[in-house]
């Protein structure tokens, strides 16, 4: 995605006040989530990858984030 705006000659559909709304704070948490990702990889090119013992294995995260996703979704008949 570019930063620059769209041209002048380019008629853009404005968006009802709660559809704005929802896009602001989907980019407010993206932007959020970013910022997180940003801090923990600057930890690691200043400190180093941190030891393995203290790492969760990324099948513990799996599982953990599907256990979730699944109480967030309702069952399929």
């Excluded at 559809?19 to 930890?43: G, P």
Aim: charge should be negative.
């Amino acid at each position: 995605m570019s930063e620059q705006p769209a041209p002048a000659d380019t008629a853009r559909q404005q968006l009802e006040p709660a559809a704005a709304d929802a896009v602001r704070a989907y980019a407010a948490k993206t932007r959020e989530n970013a910022d997180q990702l940003a801090v923990v990889l600057e930890d690691i090119a200043t400190n180093g990858l941190p030891p393995v013992d203290n790492c969760t294995p990324w099948e513990e995260l799996r599982e953990t984030h599907l256990a979730r996703l699944t109480r967030q979704r309702p069952a399929v008949a």
